[in-house]
């Protein structure tokens, strides 16, 4: 069964840094890609980026093009989403997903989905 826990997340002040992880388990994940999305009230679910597990090709939504980078870390089977330069615009609920092949930007593309981690990001 897979399963995809994020962690992390939590009060920031603006221009502050953050680092989220995303544990995956379950299955090889060599063929899959996963993906960084974030969702605050009110609000459609946002592609952030992406990574290719093998190749660690990445991939960024403009918007965050520049203060956010999507690594991974194959012993441990963790993708994190590193955030720099954080804006109170940045609060929401971050999710990791994952899915077979390469890396999409639409939500609906994934598989399997974690359960989300908080980040609130402080004016």
């Known amino acids: 069964q897979v399963q995809l826990v994020e962690s992390g997340g939590r009060l920031v002040q603006a221009g502050g840094s953050l680092r989220l992880s995303c544990a995956a388990s379950?299955?090889?994940?060599?063929?899959?890609?996963m993906g960084w999305f974030r969702q605050a009230p009110g609000k459609e679910r946002e592609f952030l980026g992406g990574?290719?597990?093998?190749?660690?090709?990445?991939y960024y939504a403009d918007s965050v093009k520049g203060r956010f980078t999507v690594s991974r870390d194959g012993a441990k089977n963790t993708v994190y989403l590193q955030m720099n330069s954080l804006k109170p615009e940045d609060t929401a609920a971050y999710y990791c997903?994952?899915?077979?092949?390469?890396?999409?930007?639409?939500?609906?593309?994934?598989?399997?989905w974690g359960q989300g981690t908080q980040v609130t990001v402080s004016s």
């Open positions: 379950g299955r090889t994940f060599s063929n899959y890609a």
């Open positions: 997903a994952a899915k077979y092949g390469g890396v999409a930007r639409y939500a609906l593309a994934y598989d399997y």
């Open positions: 990574i290719t597990w093998s190749g660690g090709a990445t």
